[in-house]
């Protein structure tokens, strides 16, 4: 497949010394792999509220379920946040989430929602501290945010999004328990769990 040439930046304070580039540069590539991945995990995350939605209007209904994807989830008006909200109602009445699984996975889905929206509309910055480089992420969220992207915030963010996806596992493994104790036999339409 071919990689696509598209101009990205960074910023990287510098003195009027001369100035390595070569291992900020390398701490900026690093990061841009850390971006795309939590793009590409939330974007699962996503999936998935789509599929707990898709199937708490239509269950089983294969074609509704399609054209409500195509219609209303895959809108521009559907954002990530109307989807946490629906989920959240979702799970409300269901009941697939109940006591501290229940309030951390909403808390979850806020900081996965935060953390794509900090990456995709943030600024990168690189600087000098001592003999060491460090890296900060500039987003607006509420007011302005700085955070220094080392080896805690990442550890952090990591941790967050694996219980996010594990919790979204175990309303999956629910979902999943409704559609077998439905089903009529080999020819019932499988799961369809990002």
């Known amino acids: 497949m071919r990689k696509i040439k598209a101009i ?13 580039l070569v291992n900020p540069m390398a701490l900026h590539d690093e990061i841009r792999e850390n971006k795309i991945r939590i793009i590409e995990s939330v974007l699962t995350i996503e999936n998935a509220l789509d599929f707990i939605i898709q199937h708490y209007f239509f269950e089983n209904s294969s074609e ?26 979702i799970n409300e009445k269901k009941g697939f989430l109940t006591g501290k699984d229940k309030d951390k ?25 001592g003999e060491n480089y460090k890296a900060y992420l ?33 309303i999956h493994k629910e979902i999943r328990k409704t559609i077998t104790n439905q089903s009529t036999g080999p020819n019932s339409p499988p799961l369809a769990v990002p």
Request: hydrophobic content about 35%.
């Open 138 to 170: 500039k987003y607006f969220e509420g007011g302005p945010q700085e955070v220094e992207l080392d080896d805690n915030y990442w550890e952090e963010l990591e941790n967050n999004l694996l219980e996010c996806h594990n919790l979204l596992v175990k």
């Open 105 to 129: 996975f909403e808390k979850l889905l806020y900081k996965a929602m935060s953390y794509r929206n900090a990456f995709a509309h943030g600024q990168i910055e690189i600087g000098k501290d």
């Open 64 to 89: 509704k379920t399609s054209e409500f994807k195509a219609l209303i989830l895959n809108s521009n008006w559907c954002s990530f946040a109307a989807k946490r909200k629906l989920t959240s109602y």
């Open 8 to 20: 990205v930046s960074t910023t990287i304070r510098v003195s009027d010394q001369v100035v390595d």
